[in-house]
């Protein structure tokens, strides 16, 4: 069998899977955030935080619920990883400094999971578990909150009540994530993946010294990690690392933990707000877009140019052998359409072009299918940009699933899409104007630019894979790179809540002959076609200096 062939093969067995989950799993969440009743362990928890679950909340609770949370979890985070050196379990490793410390405790909390650290030689088996695993979980179910309640914001009329925080946050948490991450960890340990707690074992010589591996509680964490879109590795290779990815089946298995409850929200969101015909479209273009960009992957990084490539099959280099070029190409996509950040391959290592679509997936907001929930309001965010750019070229005031798109929606929408950007660019630009920072390049031109542009694209955007070359464990990195995951998960749900409490106080508005019929092929072409020219007009110049250039003089 070739090696598109495979790659095909593949492609179409991930389809098929997400296929077969995508109703029972969106209906599932549907009733989730829909019921009215509380599990005994559930009611165990508001009491031990002191919430109550029943309380509607409007727009700024919400919000303020999810920044309390947060910020709790960041001073947890890092003061774990301040005290690892005097805590038992800690294999050895030291305490880690305050600026790496602030860096990954943002990089958790904010479901971003950048790591500018080593995993087996930094963190501890208290520290993995007790702190990131934790994180793993609850910031992939603040995402989903989130989604829900602008979800409820289009269902509900006449009320600025969005739902609980701490209810959505519990059941999301204990519900979905812990009952999907247990079955996955037992599918990745049966197939190899490890879970243990271990220490440091010495296991034989290598290049003239000894090799030393550590063991870990790796399927578990390895299960949440991708099922929540979050990323982080517990070893620096990541998902390229035997003990995490061990054969071509856990491969796509990942792969399809990564896409699984993105693409299921769609189904969801069509449920609860009574039309899932609304998320049959909201599906198709994120399938649409997905598809696209796995197309153009495997045709980059397929093209042979010159013996080598021939010889390989592929562009191999950076790749894993065991994989090969098209199961890489679809992981790459997937990783960074989705705010997951795991790698089985080194991006760095692409093709120019195959590197750039790596970091436009990322710029296009990560909506296609996007993060656990904040892939759905990121992408109904663009669709109200759509109704509003339909609105504009017929006349008519732009409506969607029966709400005014105003002047205020527009604003809240506008400010969505420029925040992120602005992040992005602006840090690039200093970094690279600045004498200190592009020292920490490995190379120059513009594979060198590429490194710092994708850096800030994958933090602002909470991504958090990286593109290799860039020493990102200095003070400057640290601390911008944890500005700029703060700034891109935050205020984006800001916008959004805000946005969620202006349509949820709206009164209904009647469908008539001229409203936009926002389920049909119709609309889906105009969102996608908003998305991408929204995103190449914005970026365009940055990828111009970079993988564009670097791609068009290969």
Not at 17 to 29: E, T
Not at 144 to 171: H, I, K, Y
Not at 247 to 271: D, K, M
Not at 299 to 318: D, I, L, N, S, V
Request: proline content about 4%; aromatic content about 10%.
């Amino acid at each position: 069998m070739g090696p598109v062939l495979a790659g095909v093969l593949q492609l179409l067995a991930l389809i098929a899977a997400l296929a077969l989950a995508y109703v029972p799993l969106g209906n599932y969440m549907a009733t989730v955030y829909s019921s009215d009743k509380h599990w005994r362990v559930e009611k165990w928890v508001y009491k031990g935080i002191g919430a109550n679950p029943d309380t509607e909340m409007t727009w700024s609770a919400y919000l303020r619920g999810v920044l309390a949370f947060s910020a709790v979890g960041v001073l947890f985070l890092y003061l774990l990883m301040r005290l690892q050196g005097v805590l038992p379990g800690s294999l050895g490793f030291s305490s880690v400094d305050p600026a790496q410390s602030f860096n990954t405790a943002v990089s958790f909390v904010t479901n971003t999971n950048w790591q500018s650290y080593y995993g087996e030689q930094t963190m501890g088996h208290v520290v993995q578990t007790a702190g990131l695993a934790v994180q793993n979980f609850v910031s992939a179910a603040v995402g989903m909150a989130v989604a829900v309640a602008l979800v409820r914001g289009f269902a509900r009329s006449r009320t600025g009540e969005l739902g609980n925080f701490w209810s959505d946050l519990v059941r999301g948490t204990l519900r979905i994530l812990v009952p999907a991450a247990a079955i996955a960890a037992i599918v990745l340990v049966a197939c190899g993946v490890i879970q243990n707690f271990s220490g440091i074992h010495e296991v034989g010589q290598f290049m003239g010294g000894s090799q030393q591996w550590n063991g870990g509680a790796v399927a578990s964490q390895e299960a949440i990690k991708e099922i929540g879109t979050n990323g982080g590795g517990y070893f620096n290779a990541n998902s390229a690392h035997p003990f995490e990815n061990p054969t071509p089946f856990t491969n796509l298995f990942e792969i399809f933990l990564i896409l699984v409850i993105p693409f299921a929200l769609t189904r969801t969101f069509g449920v609860m707000v009574g039309s899932v015909k609304q998320g049959y479209a909201i599906l198709a273009t994120m399938a649409t877009i997905w598809l696209g960009f796995v197309a153009l992957m495997m045709w980059t990084e397929f093209a042979h140019h010159g013996p080598a490539f021939q010889a390989a099959g592929g562009a191999y280099e950076g790749k894993e052998v065991r994989f090969g070029v098209g199961a890489s190409s679809i992981f790459a996509v997937s990783t960074t359409l989705t705010s997951t950040g795991a790698v089985d391959s080194f991006h760095s290592s692409f093709t120019g072009l195959g590197g750039g679509i790596t970091m436009l997936g990322m710029m296009l907001g990560e909506i296609a299918p996007g993060g656990v929930g904040s892939g759905l309001y990121g992408m109904l965010v663009m669709a109200v940009i759509a109704v509003f750019i339909a609105g504009l070229m017929v006349g008519r005031t732009p409506e969607y699933l029966g709400k005014k798109i105003g002047t205020r929606e527009i604003k809240l929408a506008a400010c969505y899409i420029l925040i992120t950007p602005a992040l992005v660019l602006v840090f690039t630009a200093v970094s690279m104007a600045l004498p200190t920072p592009p020292h920490s390049m490995l190379n120059t031109g513009a594979h060198g630019f590429s490194e710092v542009l994708y850096a800030f694209t994958s933090a602002s955007n909470n991504n958090g894979s990286a593109f290799a070359g860039l020493n990102a464990n200095t003070d400057w990195f640290n601390t911008m790179t944890g500005l700029a995951m703060l700034l891109g998960r935050f205020l984006p749900m800001v916008f959004v809540l805000a946005l969620a409490g202006s349509l949820a106080g709206q009164k209904p508005v009647p469908v008539t002959a001229g409203t936009l019929r926002t389920e049909k092929p119709l609309f889906t072409g105009l969102l996608v076609g908003a998305i991408v020219i929204i995103t190449g007009l914005t970026y365009f110049p940055a990828l111009a200096l970079g993988p564009l250039a670097e791609g068009l003089a290969s």
